[in-house]
């Protein structure tokens, strides 16, 4: 028996179903959301992650039960709510609306790959918690607003802002990068972090889980023992 009560991979879904949970009760999104179904589905949600919180099963037999492909369903359906591609095409998005989305997308995410992530293995570790990519590093610019930082478009199964303060972060790299919840970096919306020894020169596939060897683990603990504190 498991105690799933406690797994990294459930405690951080039940901090991106939180985040959802302030966005559908402030309305914070300027198009037409139908918000009252989208309070539904979230408590949906709800109810079936505390289904597979409870249900004391090893992560790897979870990952393929009723309760987390539910969880997949309800994910993309709120997923089509939430971010409605018509009116997104069209709407003016400001920097406050885009944050919201970024966070929409961090949160439905993090939901839907809940059976990918516990399918890593039984051991409770703190880096099955979160979505690590090998990804391509697309440009590099100065922040505006530090000299010490960089604005970067790294590729990998989507296409990310990263700000960073790697000094040797080029284009064309590969590199590890953990996928966390959006982060404003002196007035610069992060939606990931680099999180490799350096640039990886074999066995990165983009878009594709890295080694593990290749994986930094020491910055992304310590912001998943955070997050998971805070939730």
């Not at 929409?104 to 293995?121: E, W």
Request: proline fraction near 6%.
């Amino acid at each position: 028996m498991s105690d799933t009560r406690s797994d990294y991979r459930i405690l951080v879904a039940e901090h991106a179903l939180g985040m959802l949970e302030s966005i559908i009760r402030a309305k914070k999104l300027p198009i037409p959301v139908n918000w009252k179904k989208a309070l539904e589905l979230h408590g949906e949600v709800r109810s079936t992650l505390m289904q597979i919180k409870f249900s004391f099963m090893p992560p790897t037999m979870l990952a393929h039960s009723e309760p987390t492909k539910k969880l997949q369903e309800l994910s993309r359906e709120l997923a089509a709510i939430l971010l409605p591609r018509e009116w997104l095409e069209k709407t003016q998005i400001d920097q406050k609306t885009r944050h919201t989305i970024a966070e929409i997308k961090y949160a439905i995410r993090t939901l839907y790959g809940l059976p990918a992530r516990l399918s890593l293995g039984d051991d409770n570790d703190p880096l099955y918690a979160v979505d690590i990519e090998c990804v391509e590093v697309l440009s590099v610019a100065k922040h505006p607003n530090a000299d010490n930082l960089y604005i970067t478009r790294a590729r990998g199964i989507f296409t990310y802002t990263i700000v960073t303060n790697l000094k040797d972060v080029r284009k064309g790299d590969l590199r590890a990068a953990a996928i966390l919840p959006p982060a404003e970096l002196r007035g610069q919306l992060s939606e990931a972090m680099y999180c490799s020894r350096g640039r990886i020169e074999a066995g990165c596939t983009v878009g594709r889980r890295p080694p593990v060897n290749e994986v930094e683990r020491s910055e992304v603990e310590k912001i998943i023992y955070s997050i998971v504190k805070g939730r």
